[in-house]
């Protein structure tokens, strides 16, 4: 934040409440005036943003430098933890948890399932076979909505296909809407 901004911040702070909350823009120099402020005010989230953006990475790193001289001894302890149950396991199929004041361990047994390996072999399978609830059919709404204008028929707005000049169903007509962006110049 530059001095300019600093001064734009401490004209607003010294302003009387009531005066802030009755200030109004009548005219371009009243807008100037505040977008200067709005400038001033964005310039004094960026800098708060930088400082924690540091910080930030300061603890970040200094955390992650604590945590790695205790990682490989956490994996010692849960890789022992890990043998001593499948040792368990085998001696009781039914000790699927172990537990003690401190934690549990506890293991899970998948069965074996089938996963997709090759897309373009698999639809080639399924439409071989006529397996055709399996296939998934779908509109490209983006490719479509491309072709597609907005026309008026007898008075009505409706969705037209550019491409066939037929009327498309299914289609509903969002209305036009303004949307504003407050910009501030640096």
């Avoid at 901004?5 to 009387?16: D, K, N, R, V």
């Avoid at 890789?79 to 003690?100: G, V």
């Amino acid at each position: 934040m530059n001095e300019l901004q600093q001064a734009e911040l401490q004209e607003w702070e010294e302003q009387p409440a009531e005066e802030r909350q009755h200030f109004e823009i009548t005219g371009l120099d009243s807008l100037n005036w505040a977008f200067r402020k709005l400038s001033a005010f964005k310039a004094k989230e960026a800098e708060i943003t930088e400082l924690a953006k540091k910080e930030r990475e300061r603890i970040d790193f200094w955390e992650a430098e604590q945590k790695k001289s205790i990682q490989g001894d956490m994996e010692f302890f849960e890789n022992l933890i890990q043998r001593y149950h499948a040792q368990r396991l085998a001696e009781n199929p039914k000790a699927k948890t172990l537990s003690t004041p401190f934690g549990k361990s506890k293991s899970r047994t998948s069965k074996p399932a089938p996963e997709k390996q090759d897309e373009n072999k698999l639809l080639k399978y399924v439409t071989d076979n006529g397996l055709d609830e399996f296939i998934k059919k779908s509109v490209k709404w983006g490719d479509l909505k491309k072709n597609l204008k907005v026309t008026d028929i007898d008075g009505k707005a409706v969705v037209v296909d550019t491409t066939t000049g037929m009327y498309v169903p299914g289609v509903t007509i969002k209305p036009a809407q303004t949307t504003f962006n407050v910009e501030v110049t640096e």
